[in-house]
């Protein structure tokens, strides 16, 4: 199965910054996933990236706040734009196995303070 | 009501002891079965892959799927601590289709 590097592993930011998550992926795989992971909680899909074309959005989630981008096909970054206590969550990169459940980068752990 | 429910516990149990996981769902749907185990400040990490009702061994891990009650299992038989981590089911109805997971079970097993 794929290998999935995702960095950085965790940061503390100050609310109204943002920050960008990379994931780099050691196969070209065609769609790469973001995910949530908020405590308590079951993992939520914020949005499906394809190289070559805008990112889809799930309900709840929009562009201006968490920008995708898909350069090639095995790389994507996520940024979480203007942050606030409430985006302190894991934030994990994944994509589909052949055959299989996703597989998923080690997560970045964000507090915004 | 959620799509899939799990007791988040915490469940903790002494070594050599037989851990159940468990899950419920409402969707029919759903044929594909996962557990996934996440160690601390780690991802999720496929443990077990299932289609359809039945069980499914693999070493001391057994997955079990009943669809006419929508309940799945996860047994740990002979737990070792390195058996600690939160177990997160997951499901779907096709492969490449969206995944819905549960909230995730935190394990320890005090040695």
């Known amino acids: 199965s794929a290998v999935i590097s995702q960095k950085p592993s965790r940061d503390i930011c100050q609310r109204g910054t943002s920050l960008t998550i990379q994931c780099q992926v050691d196969s070209q795989v065609t769609m790469m996933f973001w995910y949530r992971q908020q405590p308590g909680q079951s993992l939520t899909l914020i949005a499906t990236a394809n190289q070559g074309s805008e990112a889809t959005y799930e309900s709840g989630f929009v562009i201006d706040k968490f920008p995708i981008s898909r350069p090639n096909l095995t790389f994507s970054t996520l940024t979480v734009s203007n942050m606030s206590p409430e985006d302190s969550s894991i934030y994990l990169c994944?994509?589909?196995?052949?055959?299989?459940?996703?597989?998923f980068g080690s997560g970045t752990r964000l507090t915004v303070v | 009501q959620k799509e899939v429910e799990q007791d988040p516990g915490p469940l903790s149990v002494p070594e050599g002891a037989i851990v159940s996981l468990n899950c419920t769902y409402s969707n029919s749907a759903f044929q594909y079965f996962m557990w996934y185990r996440q160690y601390s400040r780690k991802g999720p990490e496929l443990l077990m892959y299932t289609y359809s009702s039945g069980n499914k061994e693999d070493g001391r891990f057994t997955a079990q799927v009943d669809k006419s009650s929508k309940y799945i299992s996860l047994f740990i038989r002979d737990s070792q601590p390195s058996d600690s981590a939160t177990y997160l089911c997951a499901m779907s109805a096709n492969t490449g289709n969206q995944f819905y997971f549960g909230t995730g079970t935190s394990l320890t097993v005090i040695p």
């Open positions: 994944s994509v589909d196995r052949t055959g299989g459940g996703p597989t």
